[in-house]
């Protein structure tokens, strides 16, 4: 499965050779890069400005647009995949007659004694700082997951929107203003 996978990624490589295709080319690497596939868009984007240093604010816009669109889809990722736990949740009961629910409060309370106060002041602070922390899902690890959490928390998907391309939009300006001027 994986090295099927590796073909297929390879195959649209090639198949959206920069020279030949371009800004189509930027946009779908940037979108996949931007789901949970690990892939890097910024060499694609340096490499296409190296060649055409002239389209610098076009090809930082394609990008900025297929990596935000991307993170919709980690968000819509998130978001659907806590609605169908909750459903299950509501719909399933284990053998002994114990809701899922009554299941998990009883693991909150055993977790409390052993550190459930961290992971309750992390889960406030994330949902205090709202879309906010969405200007952070440039980052190469935690940025993808981001995206993803801030479904699953169901927070308000514009403003979701809206900072998520301003990070990435600061990312694609400065990376490749930085890898352009060294190299």
């Given at each position: 499965?994986?090295?099927?996978?590796?073909?297929?990624?390879?195959?649209?490589?090639?198949?959206?050779?920069?020279?030949?295709?371009?800004?189509?080319?930027?946009?779908?690497?940037?979108?996949v890069?931007?789901?949970?596939?690990?892939?890097?868009?910024e060499?694609?984007?340096?490499?296409?400005?190296?060649?055409s240093?002239?389209?610098?604010?076009?090809?930082?816009?394609?990008?900025?647009a297929?990596?935000t669109?991307?993170g919709?889809?980690s968000?819509?990722?998130?978001?659907?995949?806590?609605k169908?736990?909750?459903?299950?949740?509501?719909?399933?009961?284990?053998?002994?007659?114990?809701?899922?629910?009554?299941?998990?409060?009883?693991?909150?309370?055993?977790?409390?004694?052993?550190?459930?106060?961290?992971?309750?002041?992390?889960?406030v602070?994330l949902?205090?700082?709202?879309?906010?922390?969405?200007?952070?899902?440039?980052?190469?690890?935690?940025?993808?997951?981001?995206?993803?959490v801030?479904g699953?928390?169901?927070?308000?998907?514009?403003?979701?929107?809206?900072y998520?391309?301003?990070?990435?939009?600061?990312?694609?300006?400065?990376?490749?203003?930085?890898?352009?001027?060294?190299?």
């Amino acid at each position: 499965m994986e090295n099927e996978m590796m073909g297929a990624v390879q195959w649209l490589l090639q198949t959206l050779a920069l020279p030949a295709v371009g800004l189509p080319a930027i946009f779908l690497i940037a979108l996949v890069s931007a789901t949970l596939l690990p892939m890097g868009s910024e060499p694609a984007v340096f490499a296409y400005l190296k060649l055409s240093p002239d389209m610098f604010w076009a090809a930082v816009l394609v990008a900025t647009a297929g990596n935000t669109i991307g993170g919709v889809v980690s968000y819509y990722m998130g978001y659907w995949a806590k609605k169908g736990v909750d459903h299950w949740k509501k719909t399933h009961q284990f053998a002994d007659g114990q809701s899922p629910a009554a299941r998990l409060q009883e693991r909150r309370r055993k977790q409390q004694k052993l550190g459930g106060t961290y992971f309750r002041k992390l889960a406030v602070y994330l949902r205090k700082m709202g879309p906010w922390a969405l200007l952070f899902s440039w980052l190469p690890i935690v940025g993808d997951p981001l995206c993803s959490v801030a479904g699953w928390m169901k927070l308000r998907l514009l403003p979701c929107i809206f900072y998520m391309a301003i990070g990435k939009f600061v990312r694609y300006v400065l990376m490749t203003a930085v890898l352009l001027r060294l190299f």
